[in-house]
């Protein structure tokens, strides 16, 4: 079938933050998506957002979600930032935010839960185990499941960023699954051979491979064999 645009050609992308650890690299995409003219529909589990104040202090209301939490990085944290997740934090502009969408983790009216809805693809990052078992047994009890569920018929690709530590034989079960289905499982794991001098050159060489299945054309580290 190929890779859909919206109606003007912009690619268009359903993103979904689970609650699973991972959340700097979920904000790190989100920032790369925009940044490449992108049009993001975003949707946050209440799990996803819980995961976003333990690990940089933001505190995201998935009920009445402001963009300004995400662009503030002055926000009030629970606990003092590292210097990484400032810089993390700082790219954000008005512009860029204006272009995603946001959509409640339980709005099965958003766009992305029907299959006539035009996307790209999907990407799910981070994604908890029980995202995954529940996309992998085609459950739709929420918008995160029913939009994976949706690309899945529709063979759009559909990218899963698992970070979890060690898995079980139930997870690499549900992991067979879902990549039988077509879903692609790209999980957290960083390259080192571009020799990383900090957490945001980790955290970029996970983004790009993301970026990469989604057909987006970024550079944000070298690649293999390449100067």
Known sequence: MGWQKNNDG??????????????????????????????????????????????LGLAVDVNAFDWRQLSDPTAESARPRAGWITDLMTPFSDIELSRAKYHHYQDFSAGIASGSFRTTGMVICPCSMGTLAAVAQGMSTNLIQRAADVHLKERRPLIVMPRETPLSLIHIENMRRLTQAGGIVLPAMPAWYHHPSGVLDLIDSVVQRICDHLGIDVSLTQRWSED
Do not use: K, Y
Request: proline letters at 7%; charged letters at 10%.
């Open 10 to 55: 912009t690619p268009r992308i359903a993103f979904a933050v689970t609650g699973a650890s991972g959340s700097p690299i979920a904000i790190r995409l989100l920032q790369t998506l925009l940044s490449a003219g992108c049009e993001v529909h975003l949707t946050i589990s209440p799990s996803g957002a819980a995961v976003l104040v333990q690990e």
